[in-house]
């Protein structure tokens, strides 16, 4: 069978349950539109009922729908159809809200890609995406009605009531869903509830423009598959990651100088860390933390400062999670070095001691503290990659352009990992 024909038997058959879909969301979309124009409703409420709408047909897709290519055209169909009322002004009851964000472009391929992750998996699938559409609505409502202690987070503000209340729903949604699911068995369910809700409460606080759209189902998903399917072991190092994050918080939070959003982001840095790679990819990135301490810079540790950190270091975590390749510790010590040999160079700055000098140890610290783990693992390669991309961060230091510092440390991880494991075979 061609691939051609094969497509149009998927697509067939799913038909009856692609239509049922189709004619849901534009009536959804259809009422509203005629009710924000009509009663003019504040149009953060007809946002919102839209995005709690349209997850409940999203929940009915295991059932009615078999084939992802049938799920790839309808979150495509309807990202056209929403980034076309953003251009055309017909869909003002979605997009005509005076905050920056995009999240309505994220929801389609947040159903696709959790979708495509779950495998179609009713609990792996549905819980997810319950969080994103209920929890998130939840939290913006109570935000916004009881909301009175607030952080900032970038160019945007969250109040703990909001996030508590976020808290609280996920964590019913995990406990119904599994109960309904019949797995896992209890007490073990509480944990697995606990951690997902706190995992995505943490998400949902610090992410901006809509992101949230993505990053709390799939780090729903995260958690979820890993403790669902590897069991009472890894749902242990879910707990103990999570330990580990929140007394990093106390011990540090006043010598970091950390405000809420960049505790936030040490915490979800430390569990998954901890979680998907246990001591030898904690303790590295712990020394690199140890070396921030050190400098103790007058400023505020913020989102701003811990995210472009952390971030390559984090992907190549998540990337080890979803391939499990073992060959991937040498990107990630790469990473680490050279976020370490940065360190250096902040505490050189600060202490008005030498850079290079500084900036070797910097790198070197974590490297060692990773030898001593694991002596099989990788030293030279890693610390000449942090090397490279310790100097190229150096040189663009004045530089605006955004995510360089992403840009620089994983592209030099990359490659690091690239010819050492064509040189290793």
């Not at 998927?10 to 349950?17: E, I, S």
């Not at 370490?340 to 600060?350: D, N, R």
């Not at 974590?366 to 961060?393: D, R, W």
Request: charged letters at 10%; hydrophobic letters at 55%.
């Amino acid at each position: 069978m061609t691939l051609l024909a094969t497509a149009l038997t998927q697509l067939q058959a799913d038909a009856m349950g692609a239509i049922v879909v189709a004619v849901y969301i534009t009536t959804l979309f259809v009422v509203a539109e005629v009710v924000f124009r009509t009663w003019s409703l504040p149009v953060e409420y007809t946002r919102k009922g839209t995005h709690v709408g349209a997850g409940l047909i999203v929940f009915a897709f295991p059932w009615l729908l078999e084939h992802t290519l049938t799920v790839a055209i309808l979150a495509m169909s309807f990202g056209g159809i929403l980034l076309g009322g953003r251009i055309t002004g017909l869909l003002s009851s979605i997009h005509n809200v005076e905050r920056r964000t995009s999240g309505a472009y994220y929801y389609p391929l947040a159903v696709l890609g959790v979708w495509l992750l779950s495998h179609g998996d009713p609990l792996l699938f549905c819980v997810p995406l319950a969080i994103m559409a209920i929890a998130d609505t939840g939290a913006a409502i109570v935000g916004q009605r009881a909301g009175e202690t607030t952080y900032t987070v970038m160019d945007g503000t969250r109040s703990v009531e909001g996030s508590m209340a976020f808290f609280g729903l996920a964590f019913s949604i995990v406990l119904i869903a599994s109960a309904v699911a019949g797995q896992p068995v209890w007490p073990a369910t509480l944990l697995v509830a606990l951690v997902v809700a706190a995992l995505t409460t943490a998400i949902e606080s610090v992410s901006v423009r809509g992101s949230d759209n993505v990053g709390i189902p799939y780090a729903a998903w995260l958690a979820l598959e890993h403790t669902e399917r590897l069991g009472l072991e890894a749902l242990g190092d879910w707990t103990l990651g999570m330990v580990f994050g929140v007394l990093l918080l106390l011990l540090t939070w006043t010598r970091a100088r950390l405000d809420v959003a960049g505790g936030v982001m040490v915490f979800v840095v430390a569990t998954l860390t901890y979680a998907l790679g246990g001591w030898a990819w904690f303790l590295p990135i712990l020394a690199v933390y140890g070396g921030f301490l050190i400098a103790r810079t007058p400023d505020a540790t913020t989102l701003e400062r811990v995210f472009p950190t952390t971030a390559s270091t984090v992907l190549v975590v998540l990337a080890y999670a979803h391939t499990d390749r073992q060959d991937l510790y040498i990107m990630y010590l790469t990473t680490v070095a050279a976020s370490g040999a940065m360190g250096g160079l902040l505490i050189a700055t600060v202490r008005k001691w030498p850079r290079t000098l500084l900036g070797i140890a910097g790198a070197l610290v974590p490297l060692v503290i990773a030898k001593a783990i694991q002596p099989e693992a990788h030293f030279f390669a890693p610390l000449a990659g942090a090397t490279v991309a310790y100097s190229a961060l150096f040189l663009f230091r004045n530089a605006t352009a955004i995510g360089r510092r992403l840009a620089i440390s994983l592209g030099i991880a990359i490659v690091v990992w690239g010819i050492t494991v064509a040189a290793t075979g």
